[in-house]
């Protein structure tokens, strides 16, 4: 495989001129700027970056690559924890400057750009009474987080953002720009909902959006030492709740503001609430969850967006951060003990861990229908190392790696694809299970030299 430095100057201007967006090599004063990622532990330095404005861009970006065998990275929204949008020496397409958001009112589809991040959807949509399920952070990228599967708030309700996929254009190894769906390309159409971006580059989704404004959101605190009681609690309550409610459980340590100071840097188990039905069937619902006698609770009504973005600002881009994550079956008493031995100890204030309860409209989709395969996990773990010091590196690194020791045995065995580090060949196929054979013929059809292997590969 070459790198940039490989090839001659006229190569590199001829694709230059190929491009309608700019290119960003190491001699360039953006350089620097332009490689940076959202996690600040990821230094990869490209030998190009071509910035995209269009498909015309990522084709010809694409057969450049190829033909110069040059390794590749395809770079959205930036936030994947494993830094795999970028490279070292080789080429880097980014998708940041192909970016729009049309609404079809006709039938509530959304056409979003592959460039696009979630907040720039969702002030879009919700203008229209309108709501994509995506994720927990709005400032995800639109098609990491939708090629890896998008569990978030509205999950139980309207399930998986890959449930809501309608439509993709992508260009495919070869350079050949498709459209995939349900009729056109269904091979592919299938790889791509969970199977991540082993299969080409999407310059566009279509997505299937919902009537929903607003919800009844927001978290409830109760002291660490209560995580054992309150999780078994959950995991019983959950179950049998409507899918309009959804809740993540968390352990963490409350940061300054805007909370109360009497609970600043202090461990808790949090749930973190959203309601999409009415608000007099969610006063009776909810008064179970104060019987628990939370020491916090605000939870109110407030737009969908706001719900999206409520944590955005304790993360900005830069952070150090260090992700690792296992799906679960049920909570024993063996793991709850697990999240109190670590939620005891959290390493910095901004490090915590989640649970995503899978079920609902998301559990309903067969373990076949889509790449994502566990369906029937009840929940989706991830232990979250961050800081914004590079000191702390170690400390939060170590951390992750600690919880995820004590409770992958415990585990179904793998992981979430957008909670992952870059793991290794098995892990990606524990976290496929029975698809991955699958993908990887479509990988064979679509991708044979595997051009797209940065990334949670599957090889073909």
């Known amino acids: 495989m070459k790198t940039i430095k490989d090839l001659n100057s006229e190569t590199i201007s001829s694709f230059k001129n190929q491009l309608n967006g700019n290119m960003v090599l190491p ?7 332009t490689r940076k990622v959202y996690n600040g532990m990821i230094d990869k330095h490209p030998g190009l970056i071509a910035m995209c404005k269009n498909a015309d861009d990522v084709m010809a970006s694409v057969n450049f690559g190829r033909e110069n065998d040059l390794l590749i990275a395809i770079r959205g929204g930036g936030h994947n924890g494993g830094g795999l949008g970028l490279c070292d020496d080789g080429l880097v397409i980014d998708l940041s400057g192909i970016k729009h958001v049309n609404v079809n009112t006709s039938n509530n589809t959304v056409k979003v750009g592959g460039g696009n991040i979630w907040n720039e959807v969702d002030a879009v949509t919700h203008e229209y009474g309108l709501a994509i399920p995506s994720g927990m952070v709005s400032s995800t990228g639109v098609g990491g987080l939708t090629l890896g599967g998008g569990v978030g708030y509205l999950s139980r309700k309207y399930g998986l953002t890959i449930d809501n996929l309608l439509e993709a254009d992508m260009v495919l190894a ?34 299937q959006a919902h009537p929903q404004k607003t919800v009844i959101a927001g978290p409830t605190f109760w002291p660490i030492e209560r995580v054992e009681e309150i999780m078994a609690w959950y995991d019983g309550f959950i179950q049998n709740a409507s899918d309009d409610l959804s809740g993540f459980i968390a352990t963490m340590i409350v940061p300054e503001s805007p909370f109360p100071s009497e609970l600043h840097n202090k461990q808790f188990c949090a749930i973190v609430w959203c309601y999409t039905g009415d608000a007099d069937t969610f006063n009776d619902l909810f008064k179970t969850v104060l019987n628990l006698n939370p020491v916090f609770a605000h939870v ?27 799906f679960f079956n049920k909570l ?40 994502w395969a566990y369906r029937n996990a009840k929940y989706a773990g991830v232990y979250v190392g961050v800081d914004p010091d590079p000191k702390n590196a170690n400390k939060i690194t170590n951390w992750c790696k600690d919880y995820f020791n004590a409770l992958h045995p415990y585990s179904a065995g793998g992981a979430y694809s957008n909670f992952m580090m870059d793991e290794g060949q098995e892990r990606v196929k524990a976290s496929y299970k029975h698809n991955y054979d699958r993908l990887a013929k479509i990988k ?5 030299n595997n051009i797209f292997k940065v990334n949670q590969n599957i090889k073909p």
């Open 174 to 207: 070869d350079g050949r720009f498709v459209t995939v769906n349900a009729k056109q390309n269904t091979d592919l159409f299938w790889a791509i909902r969970g199977g991540g971006g082993n299969f080409g580059v999407v310059t566009s989704f279509t997505f």
């Open 27 to 33: 001699t360039d004063a953006a350089y620097n700027e």
């Open 444 to 448: 064979q059809k679509f991708d044979p």
């Open 300 to 326: 109110g009504e407030m737009p969908y967006p706001a719900l999206q973005s409520m944590f955005d600002g304790f993360f900005p881009t830069g952070m150090q951060w260090y992700w690792r994550a296992d």
């Open 332 to 371: 024993t008493p063996e793991i709850t003990a697990q999240h109190l031995k670590f939620g005891s100890k959290i390493p910095t204030p901004l490090s915590q861990m989640h649970l995503y309860h899978i079920s609902g409209a998301a559990s309903r989709v067969g373990a076949e229908d889509t790449p």
